[in-house]
């Protein structure tokens, strides 16, 4: 069974731009979150999608925006980039929404903002 | 708020067993994991405790107290490969299932020859 990909792998973008992000779950998994690491803060809880819905989100500016469709995969966007928003992007799935699943990291997303 | 500490660093020897800690508060727990992170690739499950006692995987175990809101990681024959970070992270329940992790900063562990 193929893990969690995400695309691209690397990017660099100026300050202003917006950005997009893609992750495909493990297939059958309708769970899919994301996440923002940085060095100095660790891994950031940015949302949650399950059956194309958004069931939780995290502590983000609205800059920062998700979907998911219907064969489970899942985009995030970031609007005006800053910056702050340099950081590695993780993507994770599980087969459904709930506290006790494993959820499964892909390799992430490596933004540059100069 | 939401708070998970865990050390920044640690260092032991090959072969030797190594405990990284964890202490949380938060509000709504309802479960703790533990998941290893190798530089430069993505964090890997270790292990899963919502009831309090030790659960044992192989040469890793993990421990919870919920009434302390304390946990920890038990790594046993310490071996090279096991150079990575640990992340402990809480499961936290919001009027129903949720995925949301909160992640402390992790705990950057060296094994030396």
């Not at chain 2, 310490?78 to 992790?101: E, F, I, P, R």
């Amino acid at each position: 069974k193929a893990g969690v990909t995400q695309t691209p792998r690397y990017l660099i973008k100026t300050r202003g731009q917006q950005v997009t992000l893609s992750c495909s779950p493990i297939s059958g998994h309708r769970s899919v979150s994301w996440y923002q690491q940085t060095p100095g803060q660790g891994l950031q809880f940015l949302f949650e999608y399950f059956s194309e819905t958004q069931r939780n989100k995290g502590n983000f500016p609205g800059r920062f925006s998700g979907r998911q469709f219907s064969n489970s995969r899942s985009e995030m966007n970031v609007s005006t980039l800053e910056l702050g928003d340099s950081a590695l992007y993780l993507c994770a799935s599980s087969a459904t929404s709930g506290s006790s699943n494993e959820q499964f990291f892909g390799p992430g997303t490596r933004l540059t903002v100069l | 708020g939401q708070n998970i500490d865990q050390p920044t660093e640690m260092t032991a020897t090959e072969g030797a067993i190594v405990q990284i800690n964890c202490t949380y508060q938060t509000s709504g727990f309802n479960g703790l994991f533990w998941y290893q992170q190798h530089a430069g690739e993505a964090p890997t499950f270790l292990s899963y405790n919502v009831l309090d006692g030790l659960e044992e995987k192989g040469r890793f175990s993990s421990f919870l107290s919920r009434s302390k809101g304390y946990s920890y990681l038990l790594l046993k024959e310490l071996q090279m490969k096991d150079s990575a970070s640990y992340l402990c992270a809480v499961s936290l329940l919001y009027g129903g299932a949720t995925n949301k992790l909160i992640f402390g900063t992790g705990t950057l562990l060296a094994v030396q020859p």
